[in-house]
């Protein structure tokens, strides 16, 4: 899988499927994998933080859809990265602007989430 593949999967697995174990495995095996969303509380720094994180989300009953305007996913040898900007929906509310970006690594023939980083800019 490469990287577009796996932001698309987890992003499937967590929002749709509402699967966080699964959407766990997505994630790279380090001690500080990051996920920080666009709300305050949405912090966590190593695996059970984000495996809590991702159980929040998935349990959410918010609604959350993604439209990318531009995508660009860049890779160098084994670490890779995505930076997106469109717009988030909740609930089916009217498009909020988004900014993401996510750094990949690659290990043993697949590519995991180290860090995730999202925001709702001004």
């Given at each position: 899988?490469?990287?577009?593949?796996?932001?698309?999967?987890?992003?499937?697995?967590?929002?749709?499927?509402?699967?966080?174990?699964?959407?766990?495995?997505?994630?790279?095996?380090?001690?500080?994998?990051?996920?920080?969303?666009?709300?305050?509380?949405?912090?966590?720094?190593?695996r059970e933080a984000v495996?809590?994180?991702?159980?929040?989300?998935?349990?959410?009953?918010?609604?959350?859809?993604?439209?990318?305007?531009?995508?660009?996913?860049?890779?160098?040898?084994?670490?890779?990265?995505?930076?997106?900007?469109?717009?988030?929906?909740?609930?089916?509310?009217?498009?909020?602007?988004?900014?993401?970006?996510?750094?990949?690594?690659?290990?043993?023939?697949?590519?995991?989430?180290?860090?995730?980083?999202?925001?709702?800019?001004?």
């Amino acid at each position: 899988m490469i990287p577009e593949q796996t932001f698309a999967a987890f992003l499937a697995t967590v929002l749709e499927e509402r699967n966080a174990e699964a959407a766990l495995d997505f994630w790279a095996g380090d001690a500080d994998v990051t996920m920080w969303g666009s709300d305050l509380p949405e912090r966590a720094v190593g695996r059970e933080a984000v495996r809590d994180l991702l159980e929040k989300l998935a349990a959410s009953r918010s609604r959350l859809g993604f439209r990318w305007d531009e995508r660009r996913f860049h890779t160098v040898g084994d670490i890779a990265w995505l930076n997106a900007a469109g717009s988030v929906t909740v609930n089916g509310s009217a498009p909020m602007p988004y900014r993401l970006t996510v750094v990949f690594t690659y290990a043993d023939g697949t590519w995991k989430i180290h860090t995730f980083n999202g925001s709702v800019p001004d």
